[in-house]
């Protein structure tokens, strides 16, 4: 029994003893963490940045990402570069991304498709846009207008629809492509107002527009860049925005949701992306430089001039949530379509 007491008095002495030294060692690795944490923020970047875009030069997506190099070389005070990497409906520099070291020397910009659709569209993604990657900044949302041109002249959605189904299957809408957002927004708009048209895919908007001109289609979902001056002329019909709000640059324009669609939301966006365990001292410094880019003045006519939209970013954090409310809502539109699995 004294063997017993003496042993038990005597760990109690020494847990009693070492206690202190552990909340001290705990302390002082909490404080070690957060010193190495700031050091970090404090000397990154350490040299030159790369910005992966995975699409071709020239697009307001690959604008959008130098000019943010541009201004984030000269806050920052290291180089960023614009690297496009095309390939496999943006994969290939998506994977780059991915693969990359995860020290913010190494950056995405990204469509919303890439991190969206895509996620329906393959049958096997090669990487996992919730896991893979950290996201920094909502750089840029895309609404488009609904227009009609000279072959269905119709003025309110609630015309379009009556036209629609008195006519079923006849009606047809153009997009830049099978799984674009113009393409998903069609058929959301399908499902959504109960009626059945044609898509009609095109390999870039100038055809598109060419034939809706023309009269060969009756309508499409189009950017602002390109709408604004054709529907300034009267040569197109602006039935409705794609957004849930009103835009500044259309404002006697009514979004399809207040127009009967209610709900309805199909907005691209541009995000800049991280590998996955990027520290997060470098993704706050980040995303606290673009965000003071983006409430710039100069910044903000840019994006106006191409026909974007550069509202304040979310939180790192809620841009977490916001790409997995989009992987839902752009899923279902690929279904609707029919190409889930197709790639």
């Known amino acids: 029994m004294g063997i017993l007491r003496h042993g038990n008095g005597g760990g109690g002495a020494r847990r009693s003893r070492t206690l202190p030294q552990l909340v001290r060692f705990a302390f002082l690795a909490l404080f070690s963490s957060g010193c190495i944490s700031h050091a970090i923020a404090q000397d990154y970047p350490t040299r030159s940045v790369t910005l992966v875009v995975p699409i071709g030069a020239g697009g307001p997506l690959d604008t959008t990402a130098r000019l943010l190099a541009v201004k984030l070389a000269a806050s920052m005070g290291k180089p960023f570069v614009v690297e496009n990497r095309l390939g496999g409906s943006t994969i290939v520099g998506t994977l780059q991304v991915a693969k990359a070291d995860a020290d913010g020397h190494t950056l995405l910009v990204a469509p919303n498709g890439t991190l969206t659709s895509n996620v329906t569209i393959f049958k096997k993604l090669p990487y996992d846009p919730l896991k893979d990657f950290v996201p920094i900044a909502l750089v840029a949302r895309v609404p488009f207008v609904l227009v009609t041109g000279p072959a269905l002249p119709v003025k309110q959605l609630s015309q379009l629809i ?68 054709l529907l300034a ?49 470098v993704t706050e410094k980040l995303h606290s430089a673009i965000a003071v880019t983006m409430a710039q003045s100069d910044f903000q006519e840019r994006m106006r001039a191409l026909g974007l939209v550069a509202d304040p970013s979310p939180s790192i954090p809620e841009l977490r949530n916001f790409i997995a409310s989009e992987i839902a ?12 699995g197709s790639e």
């Open 162 to 229: 009556a036209e629609a189904k008195k006519r079923p299957g006849e009606l047809t809408f153009a997009s830049t492509g099978i799984g674009t957002a113009p393409h998903l927004a069609g058929e959301m708009l399908q499902s959504m107002a109960g009626i059945k048209m044609t898509h009609v895919p095109y390999r870039g908007l100038s055809p598109v527009l060419a034939d809706l001109l023309g009269g060969q289609i009756h309508m499409a979902f189009v950017d602002l860049a390109n709408a604004m001056p």
């Open 233 to 281: 002329s009267g040569k197109l019909q602006a039935i409705g925005v794609s957004s849930k709000r009103r835009l500044e640059y259309l404002p006697d324009v009514p979004t399809l949701s207040e127009s009967g669609l209610a709900g309805f939301d199909a907005v691209a966006w541009n995000m800049v992306l991280a590998p996955a365990n990027t520290p997060t001292a």
């Open 329 to 340: 809502q752009w899923g279902s539109a690929v279904r609707l379509a029919g190409i889930e």
